[in-house]
């Protein structure tokens, strides 16, 4: 079982939907979240943080994080193309050591 | 803003040549991440530096080897190249080496070994 899973799509949705992206990680202590954006053939890029539970709202998107379930996901709203991209879902392991583990990655379909 | 410089961008190799990496991290950050990512794949952490020390090896083989200099700069030794060692590397560094101290990347460095 990867550390962190995410369902590789590719999730395809209309321009002006909510997309919704899912993660979940085996770590149960894990303390740090973090969805990053990535084109093809470009560097990851930061789009959001979270560390407690609940919601963090940041323009059109919105990470949820569970750690009870042990789940962490990304809305986009108002999806437009320019959100065509991968988007990996990356988590902190329990203790302070200096390894940021990335699922596998999403690839988004916004269809104009 | 600044943000994290590789060089250089692209690398054209030969099967067991050696290959050196550079990566200079946003200025005031003192932890630097490497990773791997192949085709279609996500990103693998190598090896992290924190204060030039080594802070956390991942899946980083023998061949390679990395170091964190003074003013921060870490370079990755790749010696012996096998074909598999085609990928993307990316650096990243952070503020620190705190839980919420998110990753910045840098461009990325594209290695080919032929």
């Known amino acids: 079982q990867k550390e962190v899973e995410q369902n590789s799509g590719p999730l395809s949705v209309p321009e002006g939907a909510i997309a919704s992206l899912n993660c979940t990680y085996s770590d149960r202590v894990s303390q740090s979240f973090f969805w990053y954006r990535q084109y093809s053939g470009k560097s990851p890029e930061l789009i959001m943080s979270i560390y407690s539970n609940g919601d963090k709202e940041d323009g059109r998107f919105t990470a949820q994080l569970n750690k009870a379930s042990q789940y962490v996901s990304l809305l986009i709203r108002d999806s437009q193309p320019s959100d065509s991209a991968t988007y990996l879902c990356a988590v902190f392991g329990s203790s302070n050591t200096g390894k940021l583990i990335f699922g596998q990655g999403t690839t988004l379909q916004v269809k104009p | ?114």
């Open chain 2, 1 to 114: 803003a600044a943000g994290v410089i590789q060089s250089p961008r692209h690398l054209i190799k030969e099967k067991r040549e050696t290959a050196t990496l550079k990566c200079y991290p946003i200025p005031r950050h003192d932890t630097v991440y490497w990773y791997q990512q192949g085709p279609g794949q996500d990103p693998q952490f190598l090896i992290s530096f924190y204060e030039k020390m080594q802070s956390d090896k991942g899946s980083i083989p023998d061949r390679f080897s990395a170091q964190q200099f003074s003013d921060y700069h870490s370079e990755l030794n790749m010696s012996s190249l096998e074909l598999g060692d085609s990928a993307l590397y990316f650096c990243a560094s952070s503020h620190t080496r705190g839980l919420d101290s998110p990753l910045h990347f840098g461009n990325g460095t594209r290695l080919t070994v032929t």
